[in-house]
């Protein structure tokens, strides 16, 4: 495992030139359409160890990718021994995305975010899952062995990001786990429908969400304090490929990702995707649990300067999440000798939506060129994309991909809206290429 130390070390190394790539630059440095000057392209350069070649074109305040992650020692059994862990207790931790090349996502590299404490032992044969709520016509109680005998069993793969993959990125800061790009996976799901076991209880005329619940714990030790109670309006709640969910890849769930049941909503926040579920209530209302309201999970209505501060009135729940990609081939960093063409790769993926077209850019979005792009493997399932690049001449280089969703939303080459907890950020996934 891997600890990220962060831009703070990096800073201590390399003080005057972090510095200006991550504040802008001092004024001298910075011609007045925002790019870098000369001479701070020239010491870049000397750290990076060649020439940036499209350097005009990188926009200021940016860190060339080549420069952004540092690592130390860290461990969570279970789990790929490169996933970095950001935080230990509780344990949350994100995939390096050249980790995640894979066209269904391995258990073991899917990202952790926990907000409490596990269950420490879970006695499968035991596990009741509980429907109830103001909405349902007849609570009912399920083992896991009846919920398996009981309903049709479906396997989808299914995108599963949490809502505040890419927060780091924010400025001014968003307090919470510092993700990069990792805090997402597609893995195939194998579960029952959410639908039928809900139809089975019966859902009354007025339901409008279902809230999860858990039994995880809450860090300050407290039995009465529920961890995290989040949940779905009815019509994702009724989609096919919702699912309550006992395994991943044909495997149990591991423990850190929900074992033994959980739920799955493709393409929304991963926190509406309840672990070590035990009860779904069928509401009458927006469920109101804890992690639904305030600023968790919430973004402002209409869009904000960076910094203001909100009121909760204005703050609005995330639904389907924004087109994004990832660049999962090669891993940043790697070098490549003049004249060889470089073949590229990764993953897609648009909330409720599909993805229409990626592309990608080696002169920093100046020019864009096609990838091929597959269908996905079903509904919410990311979708793979392919390119081979060529680059013009010696030094150092940036791919860009970008990614564009079935209504025609591209992802922002920059941060998008601020939001007061970092949230949503779809920016374009960079990795570095030296030409040698
Ligand atoms: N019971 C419970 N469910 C939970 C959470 C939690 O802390 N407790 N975290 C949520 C959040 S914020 C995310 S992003 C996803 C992460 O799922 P994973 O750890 O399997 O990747 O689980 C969601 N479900
Ligand atoms: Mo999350």
Redesign the pocket.
């Known amino acids: 495992m891997k600890k990220r130390i962060g831009l703070r070390k990096l800073y201590q190394q390399y003080p005057k030139q972090a510095g200006q790539w991550l504040w802008g630059g001092s004024s001298s440095s910075l011609s007045r359409r925002g790019f870098l000057s000369k001479s701070a392209l020239l010491s870049m350069g000397a750290v990076l160890g060649g020439p940036i070649v499209f350097g005009k074109q990188l926009p200021a305040g940016i860190i060339p990718a080549a420069l952004l992650h540092e690592e130390a020692p860290f461990e969570i059994p279970g789990k790929h021994p490169e996933l970095v862990v950001l935080n230990d207790r509780p344990v949350n931790a994100e995939t390096p995305p050249h980790l995640l090349d894979d066209q269904i996502t391995p258990a073991d590299k899917l990202f952790i975010?926990n907000?409490g404490i596990p269950p420490q032992s879970v006695d499968a044969s035991q596990w009741v899952l509980t429907i109830d709520g103001e909405s349902v016509e007849r609570p009912q109680s399920y083992t896991l062995a009846e919920l398996k005998e009981k309903f049709t069993q479906y396997t989808y793969q299914l995108t599963l990001?949490?809502?505040?993959?890419g927060r780091s990125e924010f400025n001014p800061p968003a307090r919470g786990?510092q993700w990069t790009t990792g805090?997402v996976g597609s893995p195939e799901w194998t579960g029952v429908r959410l639908r039928d076991v809900l139809e089975d209880a019966g859902i009354k005329s007025d339901a409008v969400y279902i809230g999860y619940y858990g039994n995880d714990s809450h860090l300050s030790g407290d039995p009465e304090k529920v961890v995290i109670s989040r949940g779905v309006p009815m019509s994702k709640a009724l989609e096919d490929e919702s699912l309550i969910a006992w395994a991943i890849n044909g495997k149990d769930l591991p423990l850190m990702n929900g074992y033994p049941l959980r739920l799955i909503f493709g393409g929304w926040?991963?926190?509406a995707s309840g672990k070590w579920l035990t009860r779904i209530s069928v509401r009458n209302q927006v469920h109101d649990g804890p992690k639904m309201g305030g600023y968790s999970?919430r973004v402002p209505c209409k869009p904000v300067a960076p910094g203001t501060v909100v009121p909760e009135e204005d703050m609005c729940i995330i639904e389907s999440m924004p087109v994004k990609s990832l660049i999962t081939y090669p891993k940043t960093g790697g070098r490549l000798d003049l004249g060889q063409s470089l073949d590229i790769r990764g993953h897609a993926w648009a909330g409720d939506l599909s993805v229409r077209t990626v592309e990608f850019s080696i002169d920093f979005g100046s020019t864009w060129q096609p990838c091929q792009l597959l269908p996905p493997k079903n509904r919410l399932a990311w979708q793979h994309w392919s390119a081979t690049a060529n680059f013009p001449e010696k030094g150092y280089y940036e791919v860009w991909a970008r990614a564009t969703d079935s209504k025609g939303n591209a992802q922002p080459m920059l941060v998008p809206g601020w939001n007061p907890r970092g949230y949503l950020n779809n920016a374009c996934h960079r990795i570095a290429v030296m030409v040698v």
């Open positions: 975010r907000n990001e949490c809502g505040g993959n786990n805090a926040p991963a926190s999970y």
